[in-house]
């Protein structure tokens, strides 16, 4: 896939794709996933590693946390990273179709890119959001947002710690259906447990400005019932669980939803 030593466009798209999966310090060349993504492209996980920390440089919520980069990143890879991030709708989609396209041969499969292990296909799984996918451009823009989302959670729930990643949700906060701009944000989602993402998603629970959980009265109403108390209650007041390179939810975000099922902060 390489042509000499040039990076090519379809190959910073494929990187930028992972760099959103990892956090700034997996960019590392031992890291599996890493080791698995160059030996598809024809590059040395080296080389690889080092791409990811020069487009590091180019990434303003990194600069926000003093978090500098590698200074190497080139002219195409500046061109790139704007692009991909004005265009998330058109690039996002076009990224993920081609990182898959080096691991999996059906479409009904995905990659699933999981650090300190590597990058494994397995079946597509189904999409936080109830709403049916209707398009391939759809499906994959779905897949990227859950491994990104999961990834960025360590593979656990926020809420409850449970790191079987079979059964984690990558919930959307604000609706996919009426916030396209918002789709694809790291910070429009948070990993859920199924049982969790479900409450979420019909405004049983919400978090308040300092990412505690909030029942939502409704759900009050269902206590002292012990299977209630035991999944709900046990948890409330809690702060959701995030490593400290995590990015977290947008706090904007969490107040919306709690505005349309009228949770009381």
Known sequence: MASGN???????????????KLRFGQFDQRQPVIIDLANRIGRTPSAVAMKLSNLASLDPSLKLRGIEGLKGAS??????????????SELVPLS????????????????????GTG????????????????????????DYFREIVL????????????????????????PWRSHETERL???NGI?????HDAAFDQGLIGFDDELRLILAPKLHAFLPQQAVAHHFESYEHKTLLLSDDAIPPNAEFLSEHRLRFKIPA
């Open 6 to 20: 040039r990076w090519t466009r379809d190959q910073l798209l494929i990187v930028l794709n992972l760099y959103h």
């Open 75 to 88: 002219q195409l890879d500046k061109s790139i990273w704007d692009e991909f991030h004005e265009n998330p």
């Open 96 to 115: 993920q179709e081609r990182f898959d396209a080096l691991f999996i041969e059906s479409d009904g499969e995905t990659t699933e890119v999981i650090p």
């Open 119 to 142: 990058i494994h296909k397995i079946p597509r799984p189904p999409a936080g959001d109830t709403e049916v996918t209707r398009t391939s451009k759809q499906r994959r823009g779905q």
């Open 151 to 174: 990834n960025n959670y360590a593979n656990r729930c926020a809420i409850t710690g449970l790191p079987v990643r079979e059964l984690l949700i990558a919930s959307h906060i604000l």
């Open 185 to 187: 944000n790291v910070r």
């Open 191 to 195: 990993a859920l447990n199924r049982l």
